[in-house]
């Protein structure tokens, strides 16, 4: 399978290991600079995503730039006919998210998001743990998600920036995997959600 991905940063990296080691090709890589585009040293540089789609007609494009971005180059590779693997969060707004759904409806093409928690093997087996019963009844789920990175402006400097982080910064970001973990082992979807905030300074 031919693809492409849009980014260029650390978490790109990673795709574009998978992509080989699960037989496929990286084709072209977008990013922020031609010159960034072209350090990854995969596949051809591109730094526009409409022109790399016109170019490249890759099979599959994943998106793996900062998030406020994910609707629209999601959207565009939909729309150039490629399936679409997109990094979390989805988009940063539900009206984004209903827009991507039905761009990948129109275009006859697969959307999935990259949730990667799902694939550790503590995760699975709690997962199978709960459908098994073996836990008994579920009433509640609590858990914290910790991780040093987020404080981190310099190595992480977008989720310090509302215009590419998203209104809810780091949060969004990092949270996502924890609600979808919630749900993804439950077996049931979140339906209120209650949450309070303290910043030490």
Known sequence: MRAAIIGSGYIARVHARLIGELGGEVVAVVGRTLGAAQAFGIGRAHYKVEAMLRAEKPDVVHV??????????????????????????????????????????????VGAIAYCYRGYPLVRELRRLVRTGDFGELWRVTGLYLSQDVFDPEKYVWHFTPGLCGPSYALFDFGVHWLDLVQYISGRPIEEIFARFHTRR
């Open 64 to 109: 793996c730039s900062p998030n406020t971005f994910h609707a629209e180059q999601s959207i565009a590779a939909f729309r150039a006919g490629a399936h679409v693997l997109c990094e979390k969060p989805m988009a940063t707004s539900g009206d984004d998210c209903r827009r991507m759904i039905d761009a990948a409806d129109q275009a006859g093409r």
